[in-house]
């Protein structure tokens, strides 16, 4: 199977044969004995190289990427002023530790992402090498700033795969089963899915019930307010299948919080660093939050993750909280230059392109009889397979073969929550990049028998 298009295009798909190749044969074999059988592979690929939105396997095939090494390249794959300040920094200081010395790119770092951060308050930051450890940083110190223990999280959020942040998620069952005890005093409120109300309402006839919920139920039974440090949410559902709440949710969130002395924790780890075409997507509603953490799209690829607080609140004692590896010179490098890129130019792209994929896909619930919902932000977007519109029933398994036959023509995309397809493409990717994942994604679903509408 060769794409007519292969001859011309580098930067869309070629496939030279039936996938996995010999070579990706070869190395899936090896990973099967060796590595542990937890990962999820969606599908067979084995990846060799990569450049702006594109990856090539290891048999010469070429991919469009419209995972972005999920949602962490955000400029792409080796963009070349990142691979130039990697290859800069290793060249110079590979490693110190910030936790006993100091560094220039630590504190510039530092000084940026505060400055970045929405919000008018002085803020601070703390880092780590990843989104879970961004999360037991905010854990932390939400719990140190309040003299409380109780956390409030939302069901469907996933916030990564430590203790902590694990008693935070109820995305899969999967990723919880076994591992009990976790932290304790964590309780879970419904998260405003507005497609699957958790309360049976309609959008318009909706008063907030997700958060009535928390300051009716919750704060009034097992988290007490005097007991409870903060709540967490992501401003968009990530895994959970990439779901945007309405602003108010946000503004009575920010009410009971502020009424009731509780800190607000958003977990931008997926949302952040421009993926909804603004850097945080808090600002698409105007909302501040006290803790933010961050981590995937912020280096580029290279492990970071970062903690960002009030200053008021991020007072804790050296020795406190701290990690070797946390924030070392090489992934600060990369990610002043990824800001950089992205207040440049990337965020407005990102925005562009979000907007130019969303005029097409919002059509898509008229025209396929199986897309039930299309949401989204910028290069954050969600698109929710059903067996029925108007039932709504789930239709995982037809999710998951557009997965596959999307893979085999040359697009990758993964899936989100239990029946959604995830766009999060690089925000480098370009037009045409984007009428291919299109029409691939048109073609899948057809193929996978979402006949067309009737109307
Ligand atoms: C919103 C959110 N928070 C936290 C995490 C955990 O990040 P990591 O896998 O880097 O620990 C993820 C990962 O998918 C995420 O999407």
Redesign the pocket.
């Given at each position: 199977m060769v794409s007519s298009r292969e001859e011309v295009r580098s930067d869309l798909p070629s496939i030279l044969g039936p996938l996995p190749g010999p070579r990706a044969r070869a190395v899936i074999e090896r990973d099967r004995e060796f590595v542990s059988p937890s990962y999820t592979r969606p599908y067979p690929l084995v990846v060799e190289k990569g450049e702006r939105a594109v990856v090539e396997d290891v048999d010469g095939n070429r991919f469009l990427d419209f995972n972005a090494g999920?949602?962490v390249v955000a400029t792409g794959h080796c963009h070349p002023r990142v691979v130039e300040a990697i290859q800069r920094q290793a060249a110079r200081l590979i490693h110190m530790s910030g936790t006993d010395f100091y560094y220039e790119e630590l504190a510039a770092l530092a000084q940026k992402l505060s400055d970045l951060a929405p919000g008018d308050s002085a803020r601070r930051v703390s880092f780590g090498n990843?989104?879970?450890?961004?999360?037991e940083g905010a854990i932390k110190l939400a719990r140190y700033a309040t003299g409380r223990d109780k956390l409030i999280a939302f069901f469907g959020?996933?916030?990564?795969?430590?203790m902590g942040?694990l008693a935070l998620t109820a995305s899969k069952a999967v990723q919880l089963r076994g591992f009990s005890p976790l932290i304790p005093g964590v309780v879970h409120a419904p998260y405003p899915y507005c497609y699957r109300c958790p309360f049976g309402k309609e959008p318009e006839h909706c008063a907030v019930e997700c958060v009535g919920y928390i300051e009716n139920t919750l704060l009034k039974t097992i988290a007490p307010p005097e007991e409870t440090a903060a709540i967490v949410v992501?401003p968009i559902q990530?895994?959970g299948g990439y779901i945007v709440p309405p602003r108010k949710f946000f503004d009575e969130l920010a009410r009971v919080a502020r009424q009731n002395g509780i800190l607000l924790i958003f977990?931008?780890?997926?949302?952040g660093m421009g993926r909804t075409g603004r850097m945080w997507a808090a600002e698409h509603f105007d909302a501040v939050p006290d803790i933010m953490?961050l981590?995937?799209g912020i280096a580029s690829g290279l492990?970071l993750?970062a903690t960002v607080a009030r200053a008021d609140l991020m007072t804790w004692p050296p020795g406190a909280h701290a990690s070797t590896f946390g924030g070392n010179p090489v992934s600060c490098a990369a990610a002043l230059v990824t800001i950089a890129l992205l207040e440049e130019e990337l965020l407005n792209h990102a925005a562009r392109m979000g907007a130019y994929l969303m005029e097409r896909l919002r059509e898509w619930p008229r025209r396929f009889a199986m897309v039930g919902d299309v949401r989204g932000l910028g290069l954050m977007i969600g698109v929710e397979l059903v067996r029925d519109q108007e039932t709504r029933q789930k239709a995982p398994e037809l999710r998951d073969q557009v997965l596959r036959q999307a893979f085999e023509r040359g697009l990758l995309v993964l899936g989100a929550g239990e029946n959604t397809i995830r766009l999060s493409p690089p925000l480098i990717v370009s037009r045409d990049q984007c009428d291919f994942a299109m029409e691939t994604l048109e073609e899948c679903i057809a193929a996978a028998g979402g006949s067309a509408c009737q109307s």
């Open positions: 999920i949602a990843s989104g879970a450890e961004a999360i959020g996933f916030h990564g795969r430590t942040a992501e990530g895994e977990d931008e780890v997926q949302s953490t981590a995937k492990p993750g």
